[in-house]
Nanobody, 123 residues
Framework: QVQLVESGGGLVQAGGSLRLSCAAS????????AGWFRQAPGKEREFVAA????????YYADSVKGRFIISRDNAKNTAYLQMNSLRPEDTAVYYC????????????????WGQGTQVTVSS
């Protein structure tokens, strides 16, 4: 229904920035909220940020609030996660998601997932 591909991950020094992109296939992506989750080794996948289909409302986990910015460009079928002031504890595989059903902060609520992109922050 919705296929997602993340890009933009990499290795960055603490305090640096990265911008992740999530490219969606199809022509209906603009009708769905989009979200970002992350998973560190030995941890459960956790909510990072979400954005409504219009792009007018955003939601953030407390751990990234004030540092990360979620956005979208529906004309390009793409969602973004701008990551600033990165910390070693931000190291994780980052996943984008779409087509939620239920509580958006739970990974089980989202039906479509990308394969993830690795973000590594060195101290």
């Amino acid at each position: 229904q919705v296929q997602l591909v993340e890009s933009g991950g990499g290795l960055v020094q603490a305090g640096g920035s990265l911008r992740l992109s999530c490219a969606a296939s199809g022509r209906t992506f603009s009708t769905y909220p989009a979200g970002w989750f992350r998973q560190a080794p030995g941890k459960e996948r956790e909510f990072v940020a979400a954005i409504t289909s219009s792009g007018l409302d955003t939601y953030y986990a407390d751990s990234v609030k004030g540092r990360f910015i979620i956005s979208r460009d529906n004309a390009k079928n793409t969602a973004y996660l701008q990551m600033n002031s990165l910390r070693p504890e931000d190291t994780a595989v980052y996943y984008c998601a779409a087509d939620p059903e239920g509580t958006y902060t739970s990974d089980s609520a989202w039906d479509s997932w990308g394969q993830g992109t690795q973000v590594t922050v060195s101290s």
